[in-house]
């Protein structure tokens, strides 16, 4: 029988909080998908001035992140005409995101789950999904 880790509601909760409190620190409405470590959504959080197009971006993001065990910024990097990772974006009949932001959250080296964040720059929303993780693991 196996025994399977993931993320809790609570959790969930944490990391939305953690999103959160960056996304207002820079301003920039964010939203916020909390998925297990199979990429099913916990918790989905859209902050007032949430762009409508970042609902879905945000939990295909974290769903990638999950799936792949890997952030999107790689798929991002690497996923170009000419590497042998092009054309990866078409899994899952285009879900699987490229676009930085989604982040696997790990518990002592085992993915437990994933956080997307979209609305800002990639950048900006890698920062904040970074955000989200520290302020979880501090919790």
Not at 21 to 26: D, L, R, T
Not at 96 to 124: L, M, N
């Amino acid at each position: 029988m196996l025994s399977i880790e993931r993320l809790s509601l609570e959790d969930a909760q944490v990391l939305i909080e953690g999103a959160t409190e960056h996304a207002n620190a820079i301003g920039v409405p964010m939203c916020i998908a909390i998925v297990d470590e199979s990429g099913n959504l916990i918790a989905f959080h859209r902050m007032d001035g949430g762009k409508i197009l970042s609902v879905s971006l945000s939990q295909d993001k974290a769903f990638t992140a999950a799936v792949s065990r890997r952030p999107t910024s790689f798929y991002n990097e690497n996923a170009v005409p000419g590497n042998l990772t092009n054309g990866i974006q078409s899994a899952w009949s285009g879900r699987f995101s490229t676009v930085g932001g989604g982040v696997p959250v790990e518990d002592d080296g085992i993915i437990v789950g994933a956080v997307g964040i979209s609305g800002g720059t990639p950048e900006q929303d890698i920062e904040c999904a970074e955000a989200a993780i520290a302020y979880f693991s501090a919790d």
